[in-house]
């Protein structure tokens, strides 16, 4: 005969150090371990850095601190009777901008071409702009519609209210 005791075998008892393991994870996270440490700071903003520097390549000059100063130039003189030298001046070194503000304040530019091709930009990039940049872009070109003295650029304006 033998005793329940014999038939206990010494490797079915889990060790402490198992035990103590099991209590110290949570229940409510998985089993597998991150395969990547967090990344520090210092390497975050190393990377973003990385990323600008490499998006800066594809931009050209427009990533240059003369293309900043240029860009403020226009907003600058708006209005004013050096405008329409400090936009020449700007296109001929850049060409056509690439934000809503300038091209915006391109509108009110003295060379007819330019303005047209601003107004095609500032079509096309109004389905990603908020609504009341679209209405103020709609109201500019009505204005535009009823008050410009070329028959091409009114129209210009008219379609492009017409596609907004």
Do not use: C
Request: proline share 4%; glycine share 4%; no cysteine.
């Amino acid at each position: 005969m033998t005793s329940g005791y014999d038939d206990y075998d010494d490797n079915d008892k889990p060790d402490w150090k198992e035990i103590d393991r099991k209590k110290d994870r949570s229940k409510h996270l998985s089993e597998d371990k991150p395969d990547a440490k967090p990344k520090s700071p210092k390497k975050e903003w190393a990377q973003k850095m990385y990323l600008k520097e490499i998006e800066n390549l594809f931009k050209g000059k427009k990533a240059s601190k003369e293309h900043s100063s240029a860009l403020e130039e226009i907003h600058q003189r708006a209005g004013t009777k050096k405008f329409n030298t400090t936009v020449k001046k700007y296109l001929k070194e850049y060409g056509l901008p690439d934000d809503w503000s300038t091209l915006f304040l391109i509108l009110d530019y003295k060379d007819i071409k330019i303005v047209k091709k601003a107004i095609d930009l500032l079509v096309e990039m109004s389905a990603e702009e908020p609504l009341t940049k679209k209405e103020g872009l709609k109201s500019k070109l009505n204005i535009i519609a009823m008050t410009s003295d070329n028959d091409d650029l009114r129209d210009a304006a008219e379609e492009a209210l017409e596609n907004l």
